[in-house]
């Protein structure tokens, strides 16, 4: 099975702060994909990755940015905290699929609850 | 901004039931998922159908897909407890380097005994 794991379950942060949010997959997935899911909003994209090195601008960068150093492994970087940004953030990966073709399923991990204070 | 639309946002049904989720797209698709979320948890792949097909099964699920009303609905027949969750619909689309999903805001199913 597909494991994708993130760093934390849970986690407390004070505005201002430099926030990484880490993200691992196991099944050697080409694409990576950050969301954050807020009630009432459902979830948004933020960042996504399709390569190594590689990164594409979801729905909502604004705030954030990305590293992705190695294929396993996909962060999320909250250069500056701010209380707007408290959420539950959602890593996602999936098999690379090409033009006209149909998407791959995305494999979801558990989520990291971030509340910036 | 947000594709997908599902309808209705809650839903309480008794165990034994069918569940009827439905949602609503606006543009063109390659394709169309469903996933589940337990609470607290991430999400997890149900189904997936294509631009091309019209109903698909698995399991105790019905999806269905109608391109024209760009709409598609997820039937669960014989609902259990386990069921209870928020499901959420995506549609799939390529931007040129990846391919991306946007997900509607959820239905919120709870099954009772």
């Known amino acids: 099975d597909v494991k994708v794991t993130q760093s934390s379950r849970y986690l407390v942060k004070r505005t201002g702060e430099k926030v990484f949010l880490e993200c691992v997959q196991d099944m050697d997935h080409e694409n990576m994909f950050w969301y954050r899911q807020d009630p009432g909003l459902g979830l948004r994209l933020i960042y996504f990755s399709y390569d190594v090195k590689m990164k594409e601008k979801g729905d909502i960068p604004e705030g954030y940015s990305v590293s992705r150093e190695k294929k396993e492994r996909f962060s999320l970087i909250l250069e500056s905290a701010s209380t707007n940004q408290t959420s539950m953030y959602l890593c996602a990966s999936s098999f690379r699929s090409g033009q006209g073709a149909s998407n791959q399923p995305q494999h979801f991990g558990d989520g990291t609850r971030l509340s910036i204070l | 901004s947000q594709q997908g639309e599902e309808d209705p946002q809650a839903l309480s049904i008794q165990e034994g039931e069918n569940a009827t989720m439905n949602c609503s797209y606006k543009?063109?698709?390659?394709?169309l998922q469903w996933y589940r979320q337990n609470s607290g948890r991430g999400l997890v792949h149900l189904i997936l159908i294509r631009s091309n097909e019209r109903e698909k099964h698995s399991g105790r699920l019905r999806v269905t897909l109608d391109t024209s009303k760009k709409s598609s609905s997820l039937l669960i027949t014989a609902s259990r407890a386990a069921d209870t969750a928020s499901y959420f619909c995506a549609t799939g689309a390529f931007t040129g380097t990846a391919s991306k999903l946007t997900f509607g805001t959820g239905t919120r199913l709870q099954v009772t005994l």
């Open positions: 543009t063109s698709i390659n394709n």
